[in-house]
């Protein structure tokens, strides 16, 4: 930009002076195509510098008078020392004023025009503004040593803002890079800025607690797994080791029998295992599914009431929205006192699946936990016989898996909320 500020500064300068001395140029060869002879022009033309020559190039006439020096010349810049204008000779009065008291070289701008018969040629000359001139050179000056100047200082500046600004993303860097899988409650530096460097920072922030969180409920599940599968291997090593060691005092049957449970349990929970793995990858095919006969479908033949409010229709997996009302109702049925209760219905456009028993409830202080995996409440309803603590949990799987939720109304009433299909 300064180059061009410049340039066009000293182009407008230099055009002036041209156009210029091409209207003295035009002046003189009409005087001369009127009759004038080149004697003449030094009474005839003022305030000028010019030069006129015959065709052979011998000078005729000129303002001012020169020594060793010429203004002939095309369209061009010609520099005219002191020393070479002759002040004593009359051809140097009259001429351009700048000429008077001139002290140092004089740079005028050349035009050569011929005269109409082509019997003369005419070179006027115009000095460039010197207070331009001086203005353009004051400011090339300016900016030949100012804008590197500024360029570096800008560029430090902007090196520092940037490192400045850079400088928590660094610190987010360093932590995320010393963060192991076993670190994970750890959590990068929030810069108290509102700026999108702070948005990084909670969004990683918000990405390490969600994996904490993966990992913590990983390892707690497998070492909850590994427990529960434990119990029943050892059961059976007891069994098989009395029984090989007093073969003759044990009786055979109810040992395979008792280890037959065992197998039995490890396989449930096995199975268990297996679903709740499939729910953690992701969502299987889905398809539209009528919630009210997935419920009566999956409590045939159990003495179980189902009261049909409405027949929604949802998208989902149909063998796993049977296997959340089996274990629903299941878990009523360990305790319920005499009735168990299924209701499907509509709510706000959500299809509703509720499941209720008569039992003494669950503890309030229990209510939260109950869907966590490998719960079994001690006290009352609660009390497992036998199972895993990983029926509601599946129940909850499942029912996030459809994009629904499953919750705990009261004690004993549990509600299923999922998404309706609405079908044209």
């Known amino acids: 930009m300064s180059v061009w500020f410049v340039v066009q500064s000293q182009s407008r300068l230099e055009n002036a002076a041209q156009q210029l001395a091409v209207a003295h140029a035009e002046a003189v060869v009409q005087l001369l195509d009127t009759g004038a002879k080149p004697d003449d022009l030094r009474l005839l033309v003022r305030d000028s510098i010019y030069e006129v020559t015959d065709r052979s190039g011998h000078r005729l006439a000129s303002c001012p008078a020169l020594r060793g020096a010429t203004l002939a010349a095309y369209d061009a810049d010609v520099t005219v020392g002191p020393g070479a204008i002759d002040r004593a000779d009359p051809a140097s009065v009259g001429c351009a004023p700048e000429?008077?008291?001139?002290?140092?070289?004089?740079?005028?701008?050349?035009?050569?025009?011929?005269?109409?018969?082509?019997?003369?040629?005419?070179?006027?000359?115009?000095?460039?503004?010197?207070?331009?001139q001086a203005a353009v050179d004051s400011a090339r000056a300016t900016l030949t040593a100012g804008v590197p100047t500024v360029a570096v200082l800008i560029g430090v500046i902007a090196w520092f803002a940037v490192s400045r600004?850079?400088?928590?993303?660094?610190?987010?860097?360093a932590e995320v890079a010393e963060i192991g899988a076993h670190d994970l409650g750890r959590r990068v530096p929030a810069p108290g800025s509102a700026d999108e460097i702070a948005r990084l920072a909670a969004t990683m922030n918000s990405m390490l607690a969600r994996l904490d969180d993966?990992?913590?409920?990983?390892?707690?599940?497998?070492?909850?797994?590994?427990?529960?599968?434990?119990?029943?291997?050892a059961s059976m090593r007891t069994q098989l080791e009395v029984l090989l060691a007093h073969p003759d005092r044990l009786d055979w049957r109810a040992a395979c029998e008792n280890a037959l449970l065992d197998v039995t349990r490890m396989q449930d929970l096995v199975a268990d295992l297996v679903l709740l793995g499939k729910l953690d990858a992701g969502p299987d095919r889905l398809e539209p599914v009528?919630?009210?006969?997935?419920?009566?479908?999956?409590?045939?033949?159990?003495?179980?009431?189902?009261?049909?409010?409405?027949t929604?229709?949802?998208?989902?997996?149909?063998?796993r929205l049977e296997r959340l009302v089996r274990n629903l109702v299941d878990n009523a049925e360990r305790h319920a006192t005499s009735r168990v209760v299924v209701e499907v219905s509509v709510v706000?456009?959500?299809?509703?699946?509720?499941?209720?028993?008569?039992?003494p409830g669950i503890p309030e202080a229990d209510r939260e936990r109950v869907f966590d995996r490998f719960v079994r409440l001690d006290d009352g309803r609660a009390r497992d016989d036998g199972g895993a603590g990983l029926g509601l949990a599946i129940v909850a799987d499942i029912a996030r898996a459809h994009g629904g939720t499953a919750e705990l109304e009261g004690g004993s009433r549990f509600v299923v909320r999922l998404p309706e299909l609405k079908t044209s």
């Open 214 to 233: 993966a990992v913590t409920r990983q390892s707690r599940f497998t070492s909850d797994a590994s427990h529960e599968l434990r119990t029943p291997l």
């Open 312 to 319: 929604p229709v949802v998208r989902g997996h149909r063998p």
């Open 99 to 132: 000429l008077g008291g001139l002290d140092e070289d004089l740079t005028v701008h050349v035009i050569h025009e011929v005269s109409g018969d082509s019997e003369y040629d005419v070179y006027a000359g115009v000095r460039i503004d010197p207070e331009g």
């Open 290 to 310: 009528a919630l009210a006969e997935v419920a009566e479908a999956a409590v045939a033949g159990r003495d179980v009431h189902v009261e049909v409010r409405a």
């Open 348 to 359: 706000d456009g959500q299809a509703v699946l509720a499941v209720s028993d008569d039992g």
């Open 165 to 173: 600004s850079l400088r928590p993303v660094e610190a987010i860097r």
